[in-house]
């Protein structure tokens, strides 16, 4: 088994530690959550309200789910290298194991298509209202970078939010304030850098105007 030590780097940096079980917000009152994301303890037994626990027995729950967790990822001979399966591991520990085996990453895998496979990975960023959870959107971004670090160090494809937004732009009014809401929380260094970078004002996007583009990028 290799070290799983980036997986649970990644884990405990996105779950964060909890004492006390509280209730999980994907789910409602149907599941309690405890530790590092913990909903199942190792005898199997499930998290309840009240339950309590230390860092020290957060940190033995993790490890027994992330080992399961890779060992049953081994099982499927998918020819991952150590970076792919830690990347894996949090993958699966987030969005849960049925979801992983019903996804397409595993197909992607199999015909060794990894790049397709981070691609297939950086989608599932959305909330149970089908709106995309940033704290999601972050964690797919590590591990991406990481299950794709021993085969291209340039993997993160999450920019396809910002392609996808531009391709459907249409001026509508709900755009328009997303792309302003945006602007306001980017620094101006870096907005002025994509402006230039972009060359905003000589786009050879048509569907974007010159008045229009001169409305949002006003510095």
């Given at each position: 088994m290799p070290s799983l030590k980036e997986a649970l780097r990644l884990?405990?940096?996105?779950?964060?530690?909890?004492?006390?079980?509280?209730?999980?917000?994907?789910?409602?009152?149907?599941?309690?959550?405890?530790?590092?994301?913990?909903?199942?303890?190792?005898?199997?037994?499930?998290?309840?309200?009240?339950?309590?626990?230390?860092?020290?027995?957060?940190?033995?729950?993790?490890?027994?789910?992330?080992?399961?967790?890779?060992?049953?990822?081994?099982?499927?001979?998918?020819?991952?290298?150590?970076?792919?399966?830690n990347a894996l591991v949090s993958f699966v520990h987030s969005v849960g194991w049925e979801s992983f085996l019903y996804s397409s990453i595993i197909d992607c895998c199999e015909q060794e298509d990894y790049v397709e496979a981070s691609r297939e990975i950086t989608k599932w960023i959305y909330g149970n209202d089908h709106k995309i959870i940033g704290t999601l959107v972050d964690r797919r971004r590590h591990e991406v970078d990481l299950f794709m670090s021993e085969y291209n160090s340039n993997a993160w494809t999450s920019n396809d939010i910002l392609l996808k937004a531009f391709r459907n732009y249409t001026a509508a009014p709900c755009q328009v304030h997303a792309i302003r809401k945006l602007q306001e929380r980017l620094d101006p260094y870096t907005l002025s850098e994509f402006a230039n970078d972009f060359d905003v004002h000589n786009s050879p996007y048509t569907d974007f105007s010159s008045d229009e583009f001169d409305s949002i990028f006003t510095f």
């Open positions: 884990i405990k940096t996105f779950e964060g530690f909890n004492e006390k079980a509280f209730t999980d917000p994907t789910t409602g009152e149907e599941d309690f959550i405890i530790g590092y994301g913990t909903t199942y303890y190792p005898d199997g037994s499930q998290v309840r309200q009240g339950h309590l626990c230390t860092e020290q027995k957060a940190e033995e729950y993790l490890k027994n789910e992330t080992d399961f967790i890779a060992s049953e990822i081994l099982k499927l001979n998918l020819g991952l290298d150590a970076c792919m399966l």
